[in-house]
């Protein structure tokens, strides 16, 4: 296929227009000022050319700017100009099932008695649900006014702090005479996240033609990774995805990495561990289960389905916090939205602060060569400033050694810095080659709409392209990364190919 640009269905100048907010008071000013305000912009901005192109050559980065970002933003502008199809009705639908539950927790928290069972609403928070004031009230003034609780954290303006993640914290550390709070305190946390839910995806407005078309951030995040705006599709709930979907004779492809980060951080530490798994087809989440607890495959078949489960997902999460810079013992304190209005969460394993170190100390034995690499890591960045990515290019850290932070924002850049340069890699080549359609690129996921008679072609070409193996690639040289592929009419309702 040779590819078109801009595509065919780009709509005409004065469609985009239409796509401006034109409420903003700039875009009101008369024509004569914005002419002025057009020129300064203009020639300071043309001011500016040579000496970060200079800069750009002193430190070695033009060369990488001129290989990754030149070619990746023409790809990026066709991805953008497709948009995504809304479906209105799925929207308004979504929008009243939200409302419905936020009704529900509202006459939770209102029916709550502070000194005990659910009896009639309070005086306190009546009607006030919303006033940020009122809510602190009714958190930290005592009982009976209120519930009593111990304040956590401040805000900048040095009030104590309501926010979604005070309320968390307030709920995991309940001390036993606040008991009287858990029920209630779980409705305000899960009526703060449904109420973001409700201001930052239910009213997404679509353009001219249905399509939403989000401003794709591409140097928003260190690590290379695209994030949205407009809406911020890369932080959409799963249960809110079926808004998305394929015009008619078209469907919606998915092809995503497999487990991506995890095996770059096992062929970029030399983890023979992880490798033989990933490359005998072992599910490397069972294999971290054992080596994490101590038991050989022998005592992990003779587990309950139920326990296997909870334990590796618990192996999961210590893989994807542990190899990226968290902490074991932090592991322990994730929690689902402690609400009852809530689906309720699925069983976790349970186990302390202290075992959860012996745990980690356990894996680190076996994977000595993850702690190895890290020190590698912080050796070179604490002379250099620097470390290359093994699919080229070079990040920069100048924040002096000891910055808190720093250690851990050293160990997940190679691994998502990597990860999306091998995303761009792909996404050039698709957009180059085969004029791929992608609506889409999320992490470590492509979502393309395309002809359903085509569907077979483009699973074909996805595959090729995504799982090519590498060349010039430092420890990834020659390694094959497998994808799977899900296909279905909406975003949130794909099968598995």
Known sequence: MTPTFPPQDFPPAHRILSWANTKHKFIELPDETLGVYNAYDTHFTAQLYKPLRDQLDKLEVLEDYERWIVPLTSAVVRMQCRGMLVDKEAMHEYRLRINRELRETDGKILSHDNAGPLREPTATFTN???????????????????????????????QWS????????????????????????????????????????????????????ADVKMASAKTG???????????????????FISKPGYVLLSRDYSQLEARILAYLAGDQVSIRAFETNVDVHSQNACDLFGWDYGDWDGLRDNDRKITRDYSKMFLYRIGYGGSAAGIAEDVECPCSVCTRPGESLQITKEEAVEAEKRWYKVHSAVPKYHRRLFDQVRTHHYFDYPLGGRRYFMSPWGTPGLETELKNAPMQGTAAKRMAIAQVELDRDYDAPIVLQMHDEFLLEVPENEL??????????????????????????????????????????
């Open 128 to 158: 006030s649900i919303g006033s940020t004031k009122k809510l602190r009230a009714f958190l930290f003034d005592p009982v009976p006014e209120g519930l009593g609780l111990k304040p956590t954290r401040k805000t900048d303006k040095g």
């Open 162 to 213: 309501v926010d979604l993640e005070t309320l968390f914290q307030l709920h995991k550390r309940l001390r036993k005479k606040d008991e009287h709070a858990r029920e209630v305190l779980g409705a305000l946390y899960h009526r703060s996240k449904l109420n973001k839910t409700r201001t930052n995806y239910c009213f997404t407005k679509p353009d001219w033609d249905g399509r939403v078309r």
């Open 225 to 243: 990774r695209f994030a949205y705006a407009d809406p911020p599709l890369q932080q959409w709930p799963k249960d809110a995805r079926h808004v």
């Open 456 to 497: 077979d072609y483009w699973v074909r070409v996805t595959k090729e392209v995504m799982e090519r193996p590498l060349e010039d690639a430092g420890e990834l040289t020659g390694v094959v990364l497998p994808t799977d592929c899900e296909v279905g009419r909406d975003w949130g309702h794909l099968e598995e190919v």
